[in-house]
């Protein structure tokens, strides 16, 4: 089956922890996504990447990081320098210059 | 600065009625719009779209209708039903492939 997949489904950060949330694509898109949803709140843009090698910050990409090495594969590390970082994260892709982006079922985050 | 907005954020409908969510967006440079629909603790899962040479798209119950001179586009819902109960998200992309979502409109039917 074709799809999207985030893991871990649940994720727990000591404060001062560096954390690297998977996401995986086998649907040969060249564009990946991250965002960030918090209570109450929509989809924040927070990295995407157009193709392998090359990503572009998003409207709130202090405090993360992202790697595209492979074309499957995104994954974002919530640094220790993002002061909030408990919330939920979702991952998304699409082809190039595609119409619709499918989603992960994304990451719930929480700072111990 | 929001470049999608979505003003309502609930709203509540009978069963059976018209569901009608709203979304305006300021970039006159965004060539595709999409309506997704997500679940609590899900990711958002596509519903349907429209490209900005157009003007109406419709797909079963749901329709969407764009107005590029008043920069809004809306989501019909005919006939609503409980299961639609969610939240909607109005997105846009632009030529380079990047996705800008609304906050969201919690849309609750009542049986």
């Known amino acids: 089956d074709g799809g999207i997949t985030q893991s871990p489904k649940y994720l727990f950060r000591k404060e001062g922890q560096n954390v690297t949330l998977s996401c995986e694509q086998n649907?040969?898109?060249?564009?990946m996504y991250w965002y960030r949803q918090d209570p109450g709140q929509g989809l924040r843009l927070i990295y995407y990447s157009q193709i392998v090698n090359d990503f572009q910050k998003g409207d709130i990409a202090e405090g993360y990081s992202v790697s595209r090495e492979k074309k499957e594969s995104f994954p974002l590390t919530v640094t220790s320098a993002q002061k909030n970082p408990t919330a939920f994260y979702l991952c998304?892709?699409?082809?190039?210059?595609?119409?619709?982006?499918?989603f992960g079922q994304g990451t719930r985050l929480t700072v111990v | 600065d929001q470049q999608v907005k979505q003003n309502s954020p609930s709203l509540s409908v009978q069963e059976g009625r018209i569901s009608i969510l709203n979304c305006d967006y300021t970039n006159s440079m965004f060539d595709y719009f999409l309506w997704y629909k997500k679940y609590p603790a899900e990711g958002p899962t596509f519903l349907i779209s429209?490209?900005?040479?157009?003007d109406k798209n419709e797909d079963g119950r749901f329709t969407v209708f764009l107005n590029k001179s008043a920069k809004h586009l809306s989501l019909h819902i005919v006939p609503s039903q409980p299961g639609d109960s969610a939240v909607y998200f109005c997105a846009a992309s632009t030529p380079r492939y990047k996705y800008i979502f609304g906050t969201g409109t919690r849309l609750k039917v009542l049986a």
């Open positions: 429209i490209s900005s040479i157009k």
């Open positions: 998304a892709s699409s082809i190039a210059g595609g119409t619709e982006a499918f």
């Open positions: 649907l040969n898109h060249d564009a």
